[in-house]
């Protein structure tokens, strides 16, 4: 089954504790993004990847990190969490930059 | 800059009522339009598009014309299902590029 999968769909930290939001992907799409979903906000970009080891950043980018090492995976990395990044994560992959996209179930995460 | 603007929500209805959940944008060229969907601990899926003025979109029942004149491109239904409680988000993008621009999104519950 095509899908977009994220883990862990759920997670609770506290500040300052480095963590990783993993999203893989089995459609061999090149592009791939990151979202956080905020009430009374939308989706906002963090990060985007238009194909392996090319990341750029989305409206969003502070206290976040990416990578592209394969092309079935892109990470979302933070390396010290604070409370204004809990949100509602997305991850989404296109085939191209310009294609619909596909977005995984979603991360809530809570930084304490 | 480019910006999508919807209703208020929650928008509560009966069983079998008329929807309409109004999207209005601004923007500098001439993106496509689009209506993604979130039903409840899911991603975003992809609802309908329009990819330039006077376009009408639909899917499932659910229907959006590309109102070039008003900036619009409300969504509608003429008779609204249990099912279709979820949360909908109005959105823009450039053919030329991969950001999308969304709104704030709209919640929807209907009542049996």
């Known amino acids: 089954e095509a899908q977009v999968t994220q883990n862990p769909r759920y997670l609770i930290t506290v500040t300052g504790k480095k963590l990783t939001v993993t999203c893989s992907q089995n459609m061999n799409h090149e592009y791939m993004s990151w979202y956080r979903q905020d009430p009374g906000l939308g989706l906002r970009q963090i990060y985007y990847s238009m194909n392996v080891e090319v990341t750029d950043k989305g409206d969003v980018p502070e206290g976040y990190k990416v990578s592209r090492k394969e092309k079935r995976n892109f990470p979302l990395i933070l390396e010290s969490p604070s409370p204004n990044q809990t949100s509602l994560y997305f991850c989404a992959s296109a085939e191209r930059q310009n294609n619909e996209q596909f977005f995984g179930p979603g991360t809530r995460l809570t930084v304490l | 800059g480019d910006s999508v603007t919807q209703m208020e929500g929650p928008v509560t209805l009966s069983e079998e009522a008329f929807l309409t959940i109004n999207c209005t944008y601004t923007a500098t060229g001439y993106p496509s339009l689009f209506w993604y969907v979130q039903y409840p601990g899911e991603g975003l899926q992809l609802l309908l598009k329009?990819?330039?003025?006077?376009d009408k979109g639909s899917n499932k029942g659910f229907e959006a014309t590309y109102r070039k004149e008003t900036t619009s491109f409300h969504l509608e239904k003429g008779s609204v299902q249990v099912s279709d409680s979820a949360v909908y988000f109005c959105a823009l993008r450039y053919s030329s590029a991969s950001k999308i621009i969304f709104g704030s999104g709209t919640r929807l519950s209907i009542r049996p």
């Open positions: 329009a990819t330039k003025a006077d």
